[in-house]
């Protein structure tokens, strides 16, 4: 069971779309539809953005959008704003009640 | 409104035992479908799931450390617990117990956990001989 794979870093200017890879195996990502992804400021709890690949929790803004092909999830963030400075993680079911978590992705506003 | 809050040591010496309580409110335990994580964040690592429990006492650990995690639950007191044995400096963490959502199929039949709707601050973790 190896992490997700992300990369390390994204960035974007204020007003623009970004997109985050997550990139799994057959064994997680492309054997379920249980891609989460949480917005994590650091020294505070990680938040739920996207569960079951493109489902926003309540108060979660529309701006956050999520979508998955093959072995690969997405996250794609709409009308970049400062407050969506923040690291990003991806986590799939994987299976027997275990999940594991991505390499996380840091998106810089410019 | 459901929260969760952990607690434990600051400060382990290796090959000790960590105990780590996770005290929850807004949910119980007892409930169908109903269930704690355990997910740890070395600095500037990534995120690390760990372990979870469920309402009905399954138990589930991360392959790569299930020999040293145990998870139990008191639903009586609203507590998870998670130890982890023979710490080392590499288990210098912080320590985040969370709630899942149960996920359904088309069928509405439940189908195991689906994602962490609700997490802990966060508890830090050194250890350090």
């Known amino acids: 069971q190896s992490a997700l794979t992300q990369p390390a870093s994204v960035s974007g200017s204020p007003g623009q779309s970004i997109t985050l890879s997550c990139s799994g195996t057959?064994?997680?990502?492309?054997?379920?539809?249980?891609v989460s992804w949480y917005q994590h400021h650091p020294g505070k709890a990680p938040k739920l953005m996207i569960h079951?690949?493109?489902k926003r929790p309540s108060g979660v803004s529309n701006r956050f959008s999520g979508s998955k092909s093959g072995n690969t999830a997405s996250l794609t963030i709409s009308g970049l704003q400062a407050e969506d400075e923040a690291d990003y993680y991806c986590c799939s079911y994987a299976g027997s009640n275990t999940f594991v978590f991505g390499t996380g992705t840091k998106v810089t506003v410019l | 409104q459901i929260t969760l809050k952990e607690s434990g040591p600051t400060l382990m010496k290796p090959t000790q035992t960590l105990t780590l309580t996770c005290t929850f409110s807004?949910?119980?335990?007892?409930?169908?479908?109903?269930?704690v994580g355990w997910i740890r964040q070395p600095p500037g690592k990534a995120l690390e799931w760990l372990a979870l429990i469920h309402w009905d006492d399954d138990k589930r650990y991360s392959p790569s450390l299930k020999s040293r995690l145990t998870i139990t639950k008191d639903a009586s007191k609203n507590q998870v617990v998670l130890t982890v044995t023979n710490v080392d400096p590499v288990d210098t963490a912080t320590y985040f117990c969370?709630?899942?959502?149960?996920?359904?199929?088309?069928?509405?039949?439940?189908?195991?956990?689906?994602?962490?709707?609700?997490w802990g601050q966060g508890t830090m973790v050194t250890v350090s001989s």
């Open positions: 079951e690949g493109n």
């Open positions: 969370a709630h899942y959502t149960p996920f359904f199929d088309r069928g509405g039949y439940y189908r195991g956990p689906n994602a962490f709707d609700v």
């Open positions: 057959s064994s997680d990502i492309g054997s379920y539809n249980r």
């Open positions: 807004g949910f119980s335990l007892s409930i169908s479908g109903v269930g």
